[in-house]
C-alpha cells in the first residue's frame, strides 16, 4: 500500500516525519511511503542509503500556519502539501497524511480530490479515546455554517468511519446540544434532531457536554465551530491540569510520595487519552483517503496516522461512504 505523507508539515517537522514514516515502514512490511519535502532538510533524519519501500519526492515551497488555506493551490503549488495531494489525485498512492495546515488540507483537498458523490459538505472528525473504547466528535473545524442534512451526512461519514477504522459496529448517534430534551437548541439544532430521528434508528438523542465521555452515543455530530471549541478547549484544559498537578506535588514531601506511587496509574490514563497513540483524523467527504494529524505530532503520532490511513484504504472507506450517502439520497438534497 502505498501512503504519501508531508513531510513538512507539523510542529516538529522533517524531524518528526521522517521518524515516524520510518518507525512505519519498520511495522508494516506491505507499506511504500512516498516522502514529499525540502530534500536537503529532509534527508538530514534518513539514513545515508534510503530505505527500501521509501521514495523521496522533491518539494520548494513549504505551507505554513501563516498562509491563508483557500489560497494555498495557487500560491504554493509546489509545496508538500499540495504535491502529496496531487499523487492521490493522480492514483501514484493510496492515501495521504499531514499534520500541517489544516485548512489549507481541506481546501487543497478538496478542489483537487472533489467530493465523494453524494457528499454536499466535508468534515473533519476528531477521535476520543474513552474506557468504553473511543468516540467520534464530527464536525471539528471544517463548517462553522451548516444545514441540517449536513449534520445528518456528518453522521454518515462518521458511523462508517467508526465501524472501519474502529471496529465499532452500529455505532450509536448523538447530537451535541444545550440541552438533553428534544425541543433544545437552535432551530437548525431542533430540525437536525427530527432529520436525525428520522433516518437513524440508532439515535439516541441530544448529548450535553458535560456528558460528552460518558454517553452511550459513539458519534456526536455538531457542526465545526461548536466542534472546535470543544476539542481545543479540552486540549487546553488537559495541558492545564497536568501542570496544576506537577506544581502542586512540589509543594510537599508527602505529595511526592504519593505521586511516586500513583505514577503507573497516571501513565496508564495519560496513555489511553494521549492522541499520540491513535495519530491523526480522516477528512470525510473529499474523494480520496486524507488523514489530518494534530499539528504537535511526534514521530510515534505520525506512525500512527500512516495506519489509520492505511486501515482506511484496506477497508474501503470512499467506496461504502457512497454508498452510505446515497441510502440517505432523499433527505441529502
Known amino acids: 500500500m502505498k501512503i504519501a505523507l508531508d513531510a513538512m508539515g507539523g510542529d516538529y517537522a522533517p524531524e518528526a516525519t521522517v521518524h515516524g514514516s520510518l518507525e512505519a515502514l519498520q511495522t508494516d512490511s506491505t507499506l511504500e511511503m512516498y516522502l514529499i519535502g525540502n530534500e536537503d532538510l529532509v534527508k538530514e533524519f534518513?539514513?545515508?542509503?534510503?530505505?527500501?519501500?521509501?521514495?523521496?519526492?522533491?518539494?520548494?515551497?513549504?505551507?505554513?500556519?501563516?498562509?491563508?488555506?483557500?489560497?494555498?493551490?495557487?500560491?504554493k503549488p509546489d509545496s508538500s502539501l499540495v504535491k502529496g495531494i496531487e499523487l492521490l489525485k493522480d492514483g501514484v498512492v493510496d492515501a495521504f497524511v499531514s499534520a500541517g495546515h489544516t485548512g489549507a488540507v481541506l481546501s487543497s483537498a478538496l478542489l483537487l480530490l472533489g467530493r465523494i458523490e453524494g457528499?454536499?459538505?466535508?468534515?473533519?472528525?476528531?477521535?476520543?479515546?474513552?474506557?468504553?473504547?473511543?468516540?467520534i466528535i464530527c464536525d471539528v473545524g471544517a463548517n462553522p455554517d451548516v444545514k441540517p442534512r449536513h449534520l445528518m451526512q456528518f453522521a454518515v461519514m462518521a458511523s462508517l468511519y467508526l465501524d472501519h477504522v474502529e471496529n465499532i459496529k452500529n455505532p450509536k448517534i448523538g447530537l451535541i446540544n444545550i440541552g438533553s430534551e428534544p425541543g433544545k437548541g437552535s432551530e437548525l439544532y431542533r430540525d437536525a434532531y427530527e432529520l436525525l430521528k428520522q433516518e437513524?434508528?440508532?439515535?439516541?438523542?441530544?448529548?450535553?457536554?458535560?456528558?460528552?465521555?460518558?454517553?452511550?452515543?459513539d458519534v456526536l455530530i455538531c457542526d465545526g465551530f461548536v466542534g472546535n471549541t470543544i476539542i481545543k478547549f479540552a486540549e487546553g484544559w488537559i495541558s492545564l491540569?497536568?501542570?496544576?498537578?506537577?506544581?502542586?506535588?512540589?509543594?510537599?514531601?508527602?505529595?511526592?510520595?504519593?505521586?511516586?506511587?500513583?505514577?503507573p496509574v497516571l501513565e496508564a490514563i495519560n496513555t489511553q487519552y494521549d492522541y499520540e497513540e491513535h495519530g491523526g483524523s480522516p477528512l470525510l467527504g473529499?474523494?480520496?483517503?486524507?488523514?489530518?494529524?494534530?499539528?504537535?505530532?511526534?514521530?510515534?503520532?505520525?506512525?500512527?496516522?500512516?495506519?489509520?490511513?492505511?486501515?482506511?484504504?484496506?477497508?474501503?472507506?470512499?467506496?461504502?461512504?457512497?454508498?452510505?450517502?446515497?441510502?440517505?439520497?432523499?433527505?441529502?438534497?
Open 286 to 333: 473529499v474523494n480520496g483517503v486524507c488523514i489530518v494529524s494534530h499539528g504537535n505530532s511526534n514521530a510515534k503520532a505520525i506512525k500512527n496516522s500512516i495506519s489509520v490511513a492505511r486501515k482506511c484504504v484496506a477497508e474501503r472507506l470512499i467506496a461504502d461512504i457512497q454508498i452510505g450517502l446515497s441510502e440517505h439520497l432523499e433527505n441529502n438534497q
Open 46 to 75: 534518513l539514513p545515508a542509503n534510503l530505505p527500501e519501500h521509501m521514495h523521496l519526492i522533491p518539494s520548494s515551497q513549504v505551507v505554513s500556519m501563516q498562509d491563508k488555506g483557500s489560497r494555498v493551490l495557487k500560491k
Open 200 to 217: 437513524f434508528p440508532t439515535f439516541i438523542g441530544n448529548v450535553e457536554s458535560r456528558n460528552i465521555l460518558t454517553s452511550a452515543a
Open 241 to 263: 491540569l497536568s501542570e496544576m498537578v506537577k506544581k502542586k506535588i512540589e509543594e510537599k514531601f508527602t505529595y511526592k510520595l504519593g505521586a511516586k506511587m500513583l505514577t
Open 119 to 135: 457528499a454536499k459538505r466535508p468534515a473533519l472528525g476528531a477521535y476520543i479515546p474513552t474506557d468504553t473504547g473511543g468516540k
